[in-house]
């Protein structure tokens, strides 16, 4: 039997749309399949995981995320100058562009170009929504189980995709 309300080892199928406090639309899952996701397990940002805590199918919510719970406040020491040779020669380098970084655990964080110069390139580490509030109106349209091979990786997965 599917579960009825959101809770750890559930699997949760969602439709959303996230927006920033002033309304600018950053995501949506509208025209795209929901998001699915395994809950109590961190795969999505911890507030909108508390905000999503018993709910049930049909279920509509304004969660409102404080950025201390979402993606951190924005800090200044994350603002970088970097040498231009840091960077692919041929890579064109404008303000706004955001490259992927690389951490020593193997994983990616955005960097954002603020500033192009001929030998040095200011670069913000901040997560673009570092410091921003978020605004989630989620959908809850479905619930199941997490099978043992989903708990066994922390995800879920979806279809017949096994990664
Ligand atoms: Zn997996």
Redesign the pocket.
Known sequence: MDPQAIADDVVVTLNYTLRLADGTLVETSEGREPLEYLHGWGQIIPGLEAGLDGLTVGDSRQIIVPAAQAYGERRPDQIHTLARTQFPADAPLLPGMVFHGRDEAGGTFPVTVLEVHPDQVIVDFNHPLAGEDLYFDVTVVGLRQATP??LS?G?A?SGDE??
């Open positions: 091979e989903e990786h995800h997965h096994a990664d």
